[in-house]
């Protein structure tokens, strides 16, 4: 569903990423893991065709280059880290903005667009919300919002950036089930940075791990998060076990590095 | 209870309710004045003028006449420059994701204002070359801050352009000052047009509406789009819009506008950042909402602004501007007020 070949980015004189090859196929989850500054939320933009690189992104067997941006937009639905949302729209309008690759430039949405979004908020069960002003919505009230809008675009790839920052325990379980679920039920393919390893671990099919911009390894996530890996690219102390289901478990060991 | 869930627009309620305002304001606005006329006449009157329709409003010619000829078109043009002003605020605002930006921010004001300087200064007798000088001025100014801004930083950044309206507005304002101390003389002149003036008549009507016409309907036409424009560049982008774009044609739409409403009125202040705010915290932040409602609402707000002009020290006007900047500054502080308590 998608693949990129030799992806590199400069931001001024930094090589951001350096000759990435992916490989998502469709429906699958990819979690991209990496510390701090590795170049995680780099390649979703990228791959999104927000930042100027060289290298190629192709995809479901198109180059993205030839796309237009609104043909790009009914490919990819992307919701950034820290998503913008105005405290004075409303849920439904934010939502709705999902619906803008297919609206034309100064039209306005047609029924169709509209009862996509009202079903789109019925499912993530923000119908009640739909009224309320986004700038009176709690962190996970806002993170299915932000999750409302990009499946609103009804298109075949989720690119998440970090979709569970700032949430507490439970809410992040609740996202990442409800993405889960519905890349199930749709058959969506799922691209998200994630922060936590071993979250990384339990819900992605496989995973690619960066490092100063390169991949440093990727596959499965019991290929990808050993203790060898993880201790050099993180410059941590960790233990490594399979958890009940057999993926791995990442603990920090007091005391390292 | 459940509000029916749907996109927002101007409910045609509100759409209603402002227009009640507008009509209540210019028959107000038609009514002052020395002569003595009822209300009711001034109504069956203005029925009268409209297309079609023929009643007898028992007013004697000479009344007629000076309701046509002097009244109306002030009215109008009030009514056209407000709507202008507060719509095109809106605009920016959009573009610039920020509430508090006005019409004049890329340089509209400081280059009329120079322009219509050396206008003065250079042909004092030819009073007609002032709108054309103030229109051509404000035009140039914006284009000056916009080439400078794309040209200093990120191509369709909007931080570097609001720093180049600055700069070519200190620039600007600062050859204007030293061009008016050639001619002290038509100091009063050049601040009485800086102040504002609706009071110019059939011909200044005319000259605006076009532009009025074209710009607003562009406007308007964009709501939409302002507020996909409200989440960030990159999401816009994401969504499939190409952000410079977008807001280099409301740029253009609002700074047409600018320039149409200072060609004719002279620089009257903050009915751009006002009547926006009013709008937003009364019917809601939609662009879809607040574009017509602004339009609508800076109209009826500057028909009662030139009323109250005329008529608090009568027989004598105070300038326009100084009304609404006397309902604008503490408006102003107001809201920075309100949006410093509401983003801690």
Do not use: C
């Not at chain 1, 799922?190 to 979250?199: A, E, G, N, P, Y």
């Not at chain 2, 003389?185 to 609706?198: A, F, K, T």
């Amino acid at each position: 569903m998608i693949e990129t070949s030799a992806l590199s980015v400069r931001l001024g004189d930094r090589e951001v990423l350096a000759e990435v090859d992916l490989r998502v196929r469709r429906g699958d989850w990819l979690a991209i893991i990496g510390p701090n500054g590795a170049g995680k939320s780099t390649l979703l933009k990228a791959v999104m065709g927000l930042v100027a690189h060289r290298g190629t992104v192709t995809l479901d067997g198109r180059p993205a280059a030839g796309l237009k941006p609104r043909e790009r937009a009914r490919l990819l639905a992307y919701a950034p880290q820290t998503p913008a949302l105005p405290p004075d729209m409303t849920v439904f309008d934010y939502a709705l903005l999902g619906r803008t690759p297919y609206i034309p430039y100064l039209g306005r949405e047609s029924r169709h667009d509209r009862d996509v979004t009202a079903s789109v908020l019925d499912r993530l069960d923000l119908t009640e919300l739909a009224m309320r002003r986004a700038g009176e919505l709690s962190g996970g009230e806002r993170q299915r919002v932000v999750l409302a809008r990009a499946l609103a675009q009804q298109a075949p790839v989720l690119l998440l950036d970090e979709p569970t920052t700032a949430l507490d325990l439970g809410h992040q379980q609740q996202v990442l089930e409800l993405v889960d679920r519905l890349r199930r039920a749709d058959g969506l393919t799922v691209v998200t940075t994630l922060h936590d390893l071993t979250v990384a671990g339990l819900y992605a099919d496989a995973l690619l791990l960066l490092a100063e911009g390169r991949a440093a390894a990727s596959g499965a996530p019991a290929q990808v998060l050993t203790e060898a890996l993880v201790g050099r690219h993180f410059d941590a102390h960790v233990k490594i076990e399979p958890g009940p289901d057999g993926r791995p478990v990442v603990h920090l060991v007091r005391g390292g590095p | 209870m459940v509000a029916q869930a749907g996109p927002s627009r101007a409910r045609p309620l509100w759409v209603l309710a402002a227009l009640g305002v507008l009509a209540v304001a210019m028959v107000a606005g038609l009514l002052d004045g020395a002569a003595d006329i009822s209300p009711w006449q001034v109504v069956l009157q203005a029925v009268d003028w409209l297309p079609f329709v023929h009643v007898d409003s028992g007013l004697a010619p000479v009344e007629q006449g000076l309701l046509f000829e002097l009244r109306l078109p002030r009215v109008l043009v009030a009514a056209v420059v407000g709507g202008l002003l507060a719509v095109a605020g809106a605009g920016y605002q959009g573009v610039f994701r920020n509430p508090l930006a006005d019409p004049y921010l890329l340089g509209a004001a400081a280059g009329a204002g120079l322009a219509t300087t050396v206008a003065i200064v250079l042909l004092p007798s030819a009073a007609g070359s002032i709108p054309v000088a103030a229109f051509l001025g404000a035009v140039g100014g914006v284009f000056l801050a916009y080439t400078l801004g794309n040209t200093a930083g990120r191509a369709g950044g909007t931080a570097t352009l609001v720093l180049a309206g600055v700069a070519v507005t200190s620039f600007l304002t600062a050859i204007q000052t030293f061009v008016q101390q050639f001619k002290v003389e038509e100091l009063q002149r050049i601040y009485s047009w800086i102040l504002g003036d609706v009071g110019g008549g059939w011909d200044q009507f005319w000259l605006v509406l076009p532009y009025a016409a074209v710009s607003a309907v562009l406007l308007l036409l964009h709501g939409r789009m302002l507020d996909v424009l409200s989440v960030g560049d990159e999401e816009a982008a994401s969504l499939g819009v190409r952000a410079a774009r977008v807001r280099f044609t409301v740029l253009l739409a609002a700074s047409l506008a600018t320039a149409a409403a200072v060609a004719v009125s002279g620089l009257i202040g903050f009915v751009g950042i006002v009547i926006p705010h009013v709008v937003r915290r009364l019917a809601g932040g939609s662009y879809r909402i607040v574009l017509p409602l602004s339009l609508i609402g800076g109209a009826a707000f500057l028909v009662a602004a030139d009323l109250v002009a005329r008529t608090v020290i009568a027989p004598a006007e105070l300038p326009i501007g100084v009304v609404t900047m006397f309902v604008g500054a503490p408006f102003f502080v107001g809201v920075l007020r309100m949006t410093r308590r509401a983003s801690t």
